[in-house]
């Protein structure tokens, strides 16, 4: 006959069996406190990380090699029954990427002033947002759907060394390429020679 129902408790950090970490990355230990119990299983952990039971104490630990949101379920096994499961979420991120998609070379082009580049297209994984610099003036950078766009008609010459630095998601990702405007090209009217 049980005297005391199994019991679990989160101990000691509060929060950390709720976690949002980057792939390929550590999470902080999730420890949780049992009575009653002899061992305990688990379920919907992601790749990588594991949970052991170990003298009454539940660790869960590792590094995710996968993304998406994994709501898990540790579960008592032995004991006497009563309150036998805890549930948290490891909700694990993909580092951010950026890809050149418009055709090679794009990210490195020479114009002349107040001639529309070749728009610059890059593909993102993981980030929100994006921000710009160092464009040549008319020349404008946007972040929609996980995509770039660099386009525009540049009102002044020179050489640009545009940075793309991904915002938001995980880890601090850059593009940096060459916008080269030359002035216009004037074509002088050929003189004519009158011969008497």
Known sequence: MCDLNDTINLAPAPGTNNQTVRVNRAITPITYSTTGATGATFSDLPAGVTGTFSGGYITISGTPTVTGTFNYTVTLTGGCGGVTTAAGTIFVQPNN?????????????????????????????????????????GVTGAFSGGYITISGRPTVTGTFNYTVTLTGGCGN????????????????????TRHK
Do not use: C, E
């Open 97 to 137: 990427t950026i890809t050149l998609t418009s055709a090679p070379g794009t990210n490195n082009q020479t114009v002349r002033v107040k001639t529309a580049i070749t728009p610059i297209t890059y593909s993102t994984t993981g980030a929100t947002g994006a921000t710009f610099s160092d464009l040549p003036a």
């Open 173 to 192: 990702v850059t593009a940096i390429d060459t916008i080269i405007v030359r002035p216009k090209q004037y074509h002088h009217p050929r003189s004519r």
